[in-house]
């Protein structure tokens, strides 16, 4: 007979693979995070443009009206 532990080890180790790869995901999106913030650091001490990533102005100087 089984006394139901088998059914929650897996649901602890299910459970624990799942934290493990949220640990992860989010150790990566911090260093991608960080990587990006040095970057724009040394293109202003530089005197660079920022190289963004993000959406593009909503109205461009140089689109016709």
Known sequence: MSDGTDG???A???SDIE???RRERVAKKLRENLARRKH???ARRAGEADETD???AA???H???
């Open 8 to 10: 929650s080890k897996k």
């Open 19 to 21: 934290a493990r790869l």
């Open 12 to 14: 602890r180790k299910k």
């Open 40 to 42: 724009q650091a040394r």
């Open 59 to 61: 109205h461009s100087p």
């Open 54 to 56: 993000g959406l593009p």
């Open 63 to 65: 689109q016709d009206e």
